[in-house]
């Protein structure tokens, strides 16, 4: 019994040792991610980075996105010509003569 407690003990050392002697794990690529610590920084196409708490569909909690100016004002766009898609769909459909409305 003496015998396996050395061996143990050289073995528990050998794996310890061979731990230390991996290279360390490299951060995840975050390639075009942009996160709250980055506000207030450039983007790579020069705006500065800004942040916003955005609204999630299913959920009482906002999650925050962070983007550049640029890309938020393409994001504002989008979403006014969407908003103005829908309503003018939404009237179309809810008047007119297809829906006898004024009988």
């Given at each position: 019994m003496?015998?396996?407690c050395p061996?143990?003990?050289?073995a528990a050392l050998v794996t310890a040792l061979?731990?230390?002697a991996t290279a360390p794990a490299q951060p995840a690529d975050t390639s075009?991610?942009?996160t709250t610590s980055m506000e207030g920084?450039?983007?790579?196409?020069?705006t500065p980075i800004r942040c916003r708490a955005v609204e999630?569909?299913?959920s009482r909690f906002t999650?925050?996105?962070c983007k550049s100016e640029k890309a938020w004002e393409q994001f504002d766009k989008i979403m006014a010509e969407n908003a103005k898609e829908q309503t003018d769909k939404f009237q179309r459909v809810g008047s007119g003569p297809a829906t006898n409305?004024?009988?």
């Open positions: 003496t015998r396996r061996a143990l003990l050289i061979a731990a230390c075009g991610k942009l920084q450039a983007a790579p196409d020069g999630q569909i299913g999650q925050k996105e409305a004024g009988e």
